[in-house]
């Protein structure tokens, strides 16, 4: 994603839980996806989302990177959180989502009917062909925010992801410095 962070699994549930409760609606997901490269670049990108799933606390359902197609570029936590209902197994955090401590399906569905829509439609995503991301290797992260600074749910940036960004910053400055000091001011 635009930080670099991948999806951040609490809130991919507490997502999950406020559209649970308010009802799903299509016309608020504005999903836009990348073909995954056939190069190294699209290595790292299987690799990193296995990783995501993997060291997940059991909050993200497994990867399969076989099976991966395209990565989201818009819309990735309003996957995730379709994703951890729709496969069974996930550890829940929101008792009102959740049975025997996962995520529940049938207790999502009774709790709001139109979450069944999206669970057996699957989300429509715009694709951008991969050929373009190699080309542009940032493009990825301007479609993103510039997406969602066009919505009134856009997310916040968590602790967690202003920290890193943070990071990422002095790790630029570093890198374009001869002295290779970071200046924290």
């Given at each position: 994603n635009r930080d670099g962070a991948g999806l951040v699994p609490i809130d991919v549930h507490d997502l999950l839980l406020r559209i649970s409760q308010n009802g799903w609606s299509w016309g608020a997901v504005d999903a836009l996806a990348?073909?995954?490269p056939p190069t190294d670049v699209g290595d790292k990108w299987r690799a990193f989302n296995e990783q995501l799933a993997r060291e997940s606390d059991g909050l993200l359902p497994p990867a399969n990177s076989d099976q991966m197609q395209i990565v989201t570029v818009r819309?990735?936590?309003?996957?995730?959180?379709?994703?951890?209902?729709?496969i069974p197994g996930v550890k829940g955090i929101h008792e009102k989502c959740c049975l025997d401590g996962h995520v529940s399906k049938s207790k999502i569905v009774e709790l709001q009917p139109s979450m069944e829509e999206?669970?057996?439609?699957?989300?429509?995503?715009?694709?951008?062909?991969?050929?373009?991301?190699?080309?542009?290797?940032?493009?990825?992260?301007?479609?993103?925010?510039?997406?969602?600074?066009?919505?009134?749910?856009?997310?916040?940036?968590?602790?967690?992801?202003?920290?890193?960004?943070?990071?990422a910053m002095a790790m630029q400055s570093v890198e374009r410095s001869a002295d290779a000091s970071i200046n924290y001011d």
């Open positions: 990348c073909e995954i819309g990735s936590h309003t996957s995730a959180s379709v994703r951890i209902y729709a999206p669970c057996a439609k699957g989300l429509r995503y715009q694709v951008v062909r991969w050929e373009l991301v190699v080309a542009c290797p940032r493009l990825m992260e301007v479609l993103s925010r510039t997406g969602n600074a066009g919505h009134g749910v856009a997310r916040v940036a968590t602790i967690l992801q202003g920290c890193n960004r943070v990071h």
